[in-house]
């Protein structure tokens, strides 16, 4: 089914304001994605099943729309250099300078729960039995329902796991009947799933010492990028790191200092 450039251009217009993603040269994408969706819920044009979207005050139909526009992969140990960095340097520096024992950690744009489930593994790795004495949460948010739902759950494929190191996968992961592992009930207690827009406001109570945002900022544009990474730097604690994707561009004047590629930190006030 194909969608009117009429339809295409105030989606487009709609999509970017509300949720960052570009969707300008993704027409095709549009159509393919939602093409089953619509006829499954009975309509037989985008026009209409459109204007029933825009006209839902709930905002249900716009967020279901959203889950089916999104492109969610992601993998375990994904850009390994962040994983390397968290455990040799974010967690030693932490644990040498948090007297109070707290930690914030914030993966952005989570999808289906590798990034911040990859986070809570080298958190118990590296801490061991010293975990029980720190208060740590890792928040995990992502517009996308649908990955929310599968993320709660961490059930992976076989397959899904390979990168993981063994011990790992025997430590973290049950074995399922049908052949598919989910994370254990402990590990996915350290990790809180939450639905945030990145183009709101960071309302979260506390500041963050960590806010992993990879492969998100991908979609977004130079200026939506600016204002989301000023708001990501008011969020984090001073001292406190920032992770983009390493195929994304910092803005020329981002307030955090690089530490090396997609590393970026707060520095402390008194510290070059
Ligand atoms: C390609 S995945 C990246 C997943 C993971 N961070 C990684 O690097 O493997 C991008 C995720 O960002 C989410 N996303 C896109 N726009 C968003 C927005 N405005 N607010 C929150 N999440 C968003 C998508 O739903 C998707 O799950």
Not at 85 to 111: M, N, Q, Y
Not at 222 to 239: C, H, P, S
């Given at each position: 089914m194909t969608i009117s450039n009429e339809d295409f251009l105030r989606l487009a217009k709609i999509v970017k304001a509300k949720y960052g993603l570009n969707l300008f040269e993704k027409k095709y994408l549009v159509e393919s994605r939602l093409t089953n969706y619509?006829?499954?819920?009975?309509?037989?044009?985008?026009?209409?099943?459109?204007?029933?979207?825009?006209?839902?005050?709930?905002?249900?139909?716009?967020?279901?729309m959203i889950s089916r526009l999104t492109t969610n992969y992601t993998y375990f140990m994904r850009e390994s250099e962040h994983f390397l960095?968290?455990?040799?340097?974010?967690?030693?520096?932490?644990?040498?300078?948090?007297?109070?024992?707290?930690?914030?950690?914030?993966?952005?744009?989570?999808?289906?729960?590798?990034?911040?489930?990859?986070?809570?593994?080298?958190?118990?790795?590296?801490?061991?039995?010293?975990?029980?004495?720190?208060?740590?949460?890792?928040?995990a948010t992502d517009i996308s329902f649908n990955a929310l739902r599968m993320a709660k759950q961490g059930v992976y494929a076989e397959q899904a796991l390979q990168e993981l190191p063994l011990p790992w996968r025997e430590k973290y992961f049950n074995r399922n009947t049908n052949g598919t592992y989910q994370v254990t009930d402990e590990l996915r207690s350290n990790v809180v799933f939450k639905y945030h827009n990145l183009m709101d406001e960071i309302g979260f109570k506390k500041q963050f010492d960590l806010i992993v945002c990879r492969n998100v900022m991908i979609y977004f544009d130079?200026?939506?990028?600016?204002?989301?990474?000023?708001?990501?730097?008011?969020?984090?604690?001073?001292?406190g790191y920032l992770y983009i994707g390493h195929a994304e561009s910092a803005p020329k004047d981002i307030k955090y200092e690089m530490i090396q590629p997609a590393v970026y930190k707060k520095t402390m006030k008194g510290e070059n």
């Open positions: 619509v006829l499954d819920c009975g309509f037989d044009n985008f026009t209409e099943y459109l204007e029933t979207v825009y006209a839902d005050r709930s905002g249900i139909e716009m967020t279901n960095h968290f455990s040799d340097v974010f967690l030693p520096d932490a644990e040498k300078t948090k007297k109070e024992k707290e930690l914030r950690i914030w993966s952005a744009g989570c999808s289906y729960g590798n990034e911040p489930y990859n986070l809570a593994i080298c958190l118990n790795e590296y801490f061991g039995d010293r975990h029980r004495l720190w208060d740590s949460k890792i928040l130079e200026q939506t990028k600016a204002e989301l990474i000023n708001r990501f730097y008011d969020a984090t604690v001073e001292g």
